[in-house]
């Protein structure tokens, strides 16, 4: 008999890769019937030139839109309900984000208003959205979050300072433009959170219990490519050749981990981020190497694949070694792209642990962490990271 629950499925939008992919907007808009677009971005991409590149390729072909950029960085669920709104006002019929997660985020969660009503902080958990959301065209400008192919929104519940998680198939957008010319504007911390940020995506979807082959290979491609990249791409921001690989290294790392799902950093992060208002990478970043040492006893041969996957020789070696060569590799990382700080020279107090560990337990990532977590086992690491 075969057992269903080892049974995995795979989904993933329409992706168009490679240099100058943006230009496809227009195009894919008309092959869904568009009558007005509701742009979604944020001021940094404005900032950047993008907004303004985006709406002169939907001028050329005649196509009406409205630009809604008034999406902070870890998108307020306030912010998505304005979205939503202004998308009725005007009678939009799709929806295109160009930005990092956060405008992807918010597009999502306008989308999700925009066909089922209600609230958006409703909608937190697994499969809970019951109509279909309008067409969604994402055009990444990091190398990072992967919101483009994944099915997850984060949304900053500020009320609680917390962070929700929403996923769900319906929130795989249709068309995914990913343009490494679009990443070349992002700043070196910004570069950096969001390759490390992408590590993680890979290493958490292939230590995840939800892992099967169809993600397995798209993780190990997204460890070696940042391995190989990162440094050097934080260092040469202009260099096009480094920002398509750490674009595909993102891409593939975001396949993985919309369908693997995540673990216990992510919990810990979507935490700390809602608690503190801090870039979601840098939550990552200061968690990774603590949660694999908690994570190692409990995928001990998935670690050893990772460990050489990033260019360590763990031949001869016991699980003991490998894994001191293995943290000693992410921290070695961090540290070459400037991301070296604690929880504590963050902000973060003793005193604020058990709230930030009741919130992360109650996060969907943690269902797939290799290690089963209990509260008290999530108060541990958060000290260790202190
Ligand atoms: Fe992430």
């Not at 998680?165 to 992002?186: G, H, Q, R």
């Not at 107090?349 to 337990?361: E, G, H, M, N, Y």
């Amino acid at each position: 008999m075969s057992d269903i629950s080892r049974l995995r499925k795979f989904v993933s939008p329409e992706i168009i890769f490679g240099l100058g992919a943006r230009k496809m907007v227009a195009n894919y808009a008309r092959t869904f019937a568009v009558r007005k677009i509701l742009l979604v971005s944020d001021p940094g991409v404005v900032a950047a030139g993008w907004v303004a590149d985006i709406a002169a390729l939907l001028d050329q072909e005649g196509i009406d839109f409205v630009t809604f950029t008034e999406v902070s960085a870890n998108p307020r669920a306030q912010e998505v309900m304005q979205g939503a709104e202004l998308y009725r006002q005007q009678g939009c019929n799709l929806i295109v984000a160009i930005g990092g997660g956060s405008p992807m985020d918010c597009a999502k969660g306008i989308g999700i208003i925009s066909a089922n009503g209600q609230h958006i902080l409703e909608y937190e958990g697994i499969d809970r959205i019951h109509s279909p959301i309008p067409p969604l065209i994402f055009i990444p400008t990091t190398a990072g979050t992967s919101a483009d192919v994944s099915q997850f929104a984060i949304i900053n519940d500020e009320s609680e300072r917390v962070k929700i998680s929403i996923i769900s198939k319906a929130l795989v957008p249709d068309v995914a433009l990913i343009d490494p010319e679009t990443s070349a504007t992002m700043d070196p911390f910004l570069s950096a959170c969001t390759g490390v940020d992408a590590l993680v995506h890979a290493i958490e979807a292939f230590v995840s219990t939800a892992a099967g082959p169809l993600t397995d290979m798209h993780a190990l491609e997204a460890i070696r490519l940042i391995n190989t990249h990162l440094v050097a791409m934080v260092a040469n921001p202009l260099d096009l050749h480094l920002r398509e690989q750490m674009m595909l290294a993102s891409l593939k790392a975001g396949l993985a981990f919309s369908n693997a799902i995540l673990g216990a950093v992510h919990a810990m992060s979507h935490s700390l981020g809602g608690f503190l208002d801090l870039p979601h990478g840098l939550c990552n970043a200061m968690l990774i190497e603590h949660v694999v040492a908690y994570n190692y006893p409990a995928a001990e041969e998935r670690f050893r694949v990772v460990a050489s996957q990033m260019g360590l020789d763990v031949r001869g070696l016991n699980g003991r070694q490998v894994k001191q060569k293995l943290l000693g590799r992410i921290i070695e990382l961090k540290q070459q792209v400037g991301l070296q700080q604690s929880l504590g020279q963050l902000g973060v107090k003793a005193t604020d642990i058990p709230i930030l560990s009741r919130k992360a337990v109650k996060d969907p990532c943690l269902l797939t962490n290799p290690r089963k977590s209990s509260q008290r086992d999530v108060e541990s690491v958060y000290a260790e990271a202190l």
